[in-house]
Each structure stands twice: as C-alpha cells, then as structure tokens.
C-alpha cells in the first residue's frame, strides 16, 4: 500500500443520525466520484470548482440502481485536508447507505483506509506537524470544554511554535560553536562556549515550564482517575451522585450496598475526573462483597487521586485509620461528611494520620463543601498554571519523553562546558537535544513511531 492510493472510509460514526458521510482522498478521488455521483443538473464532478457543493444521486455503475440522493462537496489539492484530492459524499446517516456508498467507492478504485490515514497524509504532506496531528485525536476525544481549548490549541501550534523556537535557539547555539572551530586564529572558542552556556540556561528554564504542564496536559487528555474510599455507609455513593448532580449510584442506609465498582466521568471546573465509587473498606464474610473490597483496595495503587471518606457524626473508628492507611505516598483529599450532624469526630484528630493532606469538612446531604472540593481538585491539578488553552500543554508521554531526554542532553552539553572539553564535544550533545526536540514535530522522527501514532486514530479521521 502506498501513498498514491485512493482512500476511502466512512467519516462520521456508525449508527442512525440525519447524515452521514463517506470521504475519498487521493489523485482517483474526482475520477472515483465521477464513476459513481450523477448530478441533478446535469454536471459532470470533473468540471466543478474546488469547494463547491453538487446535488445528486449515488448510482451503482453497474446495475443503474440508485443508493441514495446525496450532497457531494469537491475540495481540490491542495486546499483540502489531505492536500489531495477530496470528495465528500453526504448521504443519509444510517448505517445500510453509508455502508453501500463506501462499498462503491472501492468496487471502483479505492481502497479502505488505515486507521488515522486522512491525518497521517496530512502530516505527510507538510499540512499539520506531528505535535498538531496528535491534537486531532486529543479533540475527538476531549471530554470537557477546556480539554478541547487545549487540544485546538495544540492544533493550531501552540506547542509547534514554541518547540521550533527551542530548536532555532539550538542551532544557533550549534553554528556560533561551529563558527568558532572553523576559524581558530581569532581564539573565540572560549567567548563562544560562554555565551553558548547561557543560552543552555535559558533553553533548560523553557523545557521545565512545558514538562511542568505534562501531568496537567495528561489529565485533560484522559481524565483525572479519581476513587472515593471509605469504610461502609459513610456516603461514597451519595458523593458521587452529588457530583454527578444525578442518581448514578443507589444509596441507602444498609452498609455494603455498594458491592460492584461504579465508574463516571464528571466535569470539575474542566477537568475531566474519571471517578469511581468503591465497595466500603471493611472485614466482611460475604464473598461478593469481599471481592469489591479487594479490587477496591487495587483501585487506590492505580489512582491519581483519592478522596477519603469519614464520618463526622461517628468517632474514628478502626475500619477508618485502616483506610487512611492505604494513602502511603498518594495525593489525596480527606473529606469528614456528614457534618451537618452533631460532631464526633474533630478536624485535629484526623489530621493525625493525614500526613499534611487537605482535610475538608462537608456535608453531601446538604451540598455543604462541595464548591470548595471542586476549588481544591481544580487548584491541584493546575498548580498555578494558565487552566483555559492560553498556554501549550504537553499531552502525551511521548512527548513528555522526548523534551525530557533533550533537556538531559542540554544538561550534558552545559556540564561539557563547565569540565572545559572540546567544542566538538558540546555540538555532539546539542544536535541530540536538536533531534530530540524534532521528534516531538516530526521532523527527525522514525518511520515506525508515525505509524504506531496513527493507529491510535479511528478509521475515517
């Protein structure tokens, strides 16, 4: 399979909707139309203008059948996503058209696209970098406002820009070196050298404050995973529900009710917390309700965040200093519930075993705290930084790595400086920060990564 295929693949989701659409990239794209579209005015797909709109019929070549009446949208290379060739077929959005539409297009020279082989074309094409091809995927999947603002920012460059910009500084760096090797008789190998460990300071404060917004950028990208733990009855299920502001989990006074894992996404001031109620941390005989506390125990190790549930109207009780217990080395929030009863259970004395957590005192039943809850998850997840898109954020771990490995690199260089070694030496560890820098674009990344990038993407996009 090469690049000179004609793709095409469904690009709206499966299912019943008002329309649905088929797309077709590559040079056979307007032939392939032509094949299959009749116009109701009679024009011909290979004489309309890029960008414009026909109204039509999808007809089987073969039979004369007619499939659907469509819209077909022309968008000539290389102002098109792909910078190919691209027609769009609108058609009726049930799965039966679509499925025939798409079938015709391959009965006459396309093939099915691979997953993420629009946007792969694109970036192959010089249309998107890579850092702004994995933005596309980040907005498909942005599962809050402000995880979309990030993505599109990301999209549009954010990120891009100021990468390049720390990759212009490098081969800056690496030329005034250069410079000073070629030309040995004006003894400037020192100055330059000096001047060169400067701007590697300068470059390493940039790299901490774009890897300082990873954990946020991986949050906003697949959810904050958050688990409520707690000894029975002390209102887990009533906490979630609370933030979900619906009836998810049941709720009732019999301790143990809830024994199956229940998992939700709830948006907290744009943060998507993938929350999951627990079974209730106690020593039980039931064997069903035995296994929710276990895997409810496996839950808190994988958590990024855990809010403990203790009960305000009861003393602390064994069952709970055994939950607060399992916080060893866990970032967490304290919650003393059910304040709005008379208080048996003081601030100070759970403070005794919370390592310096926050401690909260609210009261679900009553909406009581929970304002202030969602302040401090909002607070811990930025820390301080800008939380609405203004800035780029790191999103992935790939690209975590490679701006962490060439920070280390520029490290390497600055410490070259420092022993007083040659200058060739110092140019071998910049242009590996250099390259590094480049795979988070794409520009000095390796075949096989592209395609292990594009594969995370739905077929169609």
């Known amino acids: 399979m090469t690049s000179d295929d004609t793709i095409s693949a469904i690009a709206t989701s499966i299912g019943e909707g008002g329309i649905g ?33 026909l109204y039509g019929d999808i007809i089987d070549p073969d039979s004369g059948e007619k499939v659907d009446e469509v819209l077909l949208l022309i968008m000539r290379a290389p102002r098109s996503y792909t910078c190919e060739d691209i027609v769009e077929v609108h058609c009726h959005g049930g799965p039966v058209p679509l499925q025939r539409v798409l079938a015709l297009t391959m009965k006459v020279g ?16 010089g249309r998107l970098d890579l850092a702004q091809a994995e933005a596309v ?63 590697i300071q300068e470059a390493d404060l940039q790299l901490s404050a774009l890897l300082a917004t990873a954990q946020t950028g991986r949050i906003l990208r697949e959810g904050l995973a ?17 933030l979900l502001r619906e009836k998810r989990a049941i709720v009732t006074d019999v301790p143990g009710t809830t024994r199956d894992i229940i998992e939700e996404y709830v948006n ?12 209730g941390i106690r020593e039980t005989a039931d064997v069903v309700e035995k296994i ?24 602390l009780s064994s069952e709970d200093k055994a939950v607060l217990a399992l916080l060893s080395g866990k970032q967490a929030i304290v919650l003393i519930n059910k304040s709005d009863l008379p208080a048996q259970l003081e601030s100070e004395e759970v403070e005794k075993y919370t390592d310096g957590r926050l401690v909260l005192r609210i009261s ?48 390497e260089a600055l410490a070259t400086i420092e022993a007083g070694m040659p200058t060739d030496c110092i140019v071998v560890d910049l242009r590996a920060a250099w390259e590094k820098l480049g795979e988070i ?17 739905c077929i169609g996009k």
């Open 110 to 125: 396309a093939r099915l696209a691979e997953p993420g082989e629009f946007t792969k074309r694109a970036f192959l094409n």
């Open 21 to 53: 659409i088929v797309r077709v990239s590559g040079s056979k794209a307007l032939v392939i139309a032509d094949k299959l579209f009749v116009s109701k005015v009679g024009k011909r797909v290979a004489d309309v203008l890029s960008h414009k709109v």
């Open 226 to 242: 958050t688990v409520i733990i707690g000894k029975p009855n002390v209102g887990k299920s009533s906490l979630l529900n609370a």
């Open 364 to 411: 679900v039943e009553l909406g009581q705290g929970l304002a202030e809850l969602e302040q401090m998850i909002a607070d811990m997840v930025y820390s301080g930084q800008v939380s609405q898109g203004e800035a780029a954020f790191v999103s992935n771990v790939r690209q975590a790595d490679a701006l962490g490995q060439a920070q280390g690199r520029l490290a």
């Open 292 to 315: 929710g506390v276990e895997r409810a125990r496996e839950l808190v190790g994988q958590a990024d965040l855990i809010l403990v549930l203790l009960d305000s109207s009861a003393p």
């Open 137 to 199: 995927i980040d907005i498909i999947r942005a599962k809050t406002d402000t995880s979309l603002k990030a993505a599109i920012g990301n999209l549009s460059g954010q990120l891009s820009e100021q990468v390049k910009e720390l990759r212009h500084t490098i081969l800056r760096m690496i030329a005034q070196l250069e410079a000073a090797i070629d030309f040995p008789e004006e003894d400037i190998e020192a100055v330059a050298a000096t001047d060169v460990a400067k701007l």
């Open 441 to 457: 674009t794409g520009d000095t990344v390796g075949e096989d990564i592209i395609d292990q990038i594009f594969t995370q993407f």
């Open 268 to 279: 907290i001031r744009g943060i998507p917390l993938k929350i999951i109620d627990t079974a």
